[in-house]
């Protein structure tokens, strides 16, 4: 039986069009006229001013905390139940991360939890300089709220939308939230360029200076002359032209996923012990992955079980991340949940998992995939 993956590429008609543009101009070295295009169209597709198209998503996170002017033992809050390069650039730059718990509703960053970090910080004359605000599995964080608070403690927002790229908010799409934002074309991502990554700003310096940056930081000067520290960040001009093909079918995309959501949904959500994550009412999630929790006190089955009897059938799934709080890394930097001793994210990553959810995931193999989660819940 062939494999399942979690969420594998699924390529379009589009990409190889521009791939042999590339080749036919010999335009093979990195930049270049598809990275331009590249960046104008994803810039208008989310509706944002100016984008540097870059290496990788945590490459896009690491410039933002630079162009901020992070430095060694300033504070950054980030949201606990994400990927580990949501937080990793905090660490580059020998800074202090704080983590923050998510709500019940949304998975995404607690309001409530910000707050009470906020003003705890506040207390120790000690504030963030950044907040990193996570859109999780492709569901966007509440932003009015966060941004209010965040306004009136006069702290900066990065909005990270690796997973988010095609969901909106409020009518607004992801990726348009907070002073800067970051995306990824991860194979693993909504649509990829095998790797890569984008910053994004209505701010057009940030981006500027993101370019400079991340082009070695060469100085205005004919020879080679370098007055700052830079690094190795842009995209190849191949890469570009994968993503703008993927671009044009984003929207597909975002449609097959919430496809394949509804039909877990719809057969799996009547079992008890069965959540699904939810969508909030502010927005539209572009369902990256579908993602379920299991009380194993009514199914009888834990979700470790369910991934290893998946595995037995050859089909990956796996558990929603680990918090960063809980992760030996992190585990002597502060977090900050609503309720002191209830911790959200713990209990997600504890019941949580993420079921294969590709965008060409055949129904025959998403109908298969789901009678053996119905059977194996229902069995043990
Ligand atoms: C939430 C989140 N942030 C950042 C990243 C980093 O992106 P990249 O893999 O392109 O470096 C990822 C995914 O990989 C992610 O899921």
Known sequence: MNRIYLSPP????????????????????????????????????????????????????????????????????????????????????????????????????????????????????????????????????????????????????????????????????????GVMSVLSFNGNKIITTSGGGMLLSNNEDFIKKARFLATQARDNALHYEHSQLGFNYRLSNVLAAIGRGQLQVLDDRVRAK?????????????????????????????????????????????????IEILEKYNIESRPVWKPMHLQPLYRNYDYYTATPGISISDELFNNGICLPSGSDLSVTDRDRIISIIKKALKNV
Not at 22 to 44: H, K, T
Not at 157 to 169: K, M, N, P, R, T
Not at 259 to 273: K, N
Request: proline content about 4%; hydrophobic content about 40%; glycine content about 4%.
């Open 10 to 177: 699924n390529m379009g008609q589009y990409e190889q069009k521009y791939v042999q543009e590339v080749f036919d101009s010999n335009w093979i070295a990195p930049l270049g006229p598809q990275v331009d295009a590249f960046e104008r169209e994803m810039c208008d597709y989310i509706g944002v001013n100016h984008a540097a198209a870059l290496s990788s998503g945590t490459a896009a996170l690491h410039l933002a905390l630079r162009i901020l002017g992070i430095k060694e033992n300033d504070v950054v809050f980030c949201s606990s139940l994400t990927f580990a390069a949501s937080a990793s650039p905090i660490l580059y730059e020998k800074a202090v991360p704080v983590f923050i718990d998510s709500d019940r509703e949304t998975w995404n960053m607690c309001p409530i939890a910000l707050e009470r970090a906020l003003s705890e910080y506040k207390k120790r004359n000690h504030l963030p300089k950044v907040v990193i605000v996570v859109n999780l599995y492709g569901q966007s964080a509440d932003y009015d709220r966060i941004l209010e608070i965040c306004y009136c403690y006069h702290v900066p927002v990065i909005e990270d939308a690796a997973e988010s790229l095609g969901a909106s908010y409020k009518n607004r799409k992801s990726g348009n939230f």
């Open 258 to 306: 919430r496809e394949v959501f509804q039909r877990y949904y719809d057969v799996l959500s009547p079992i008890e012990g069965i959540e699904f994550m939810p969508e909030a009412a502010y927005g539209i999630s572009n369902r990256w992955l579908t993602v379920m929790t299991i009380d194993s006190e009514k199914t009888s089955i834990d979700r470790t079980q369910l």
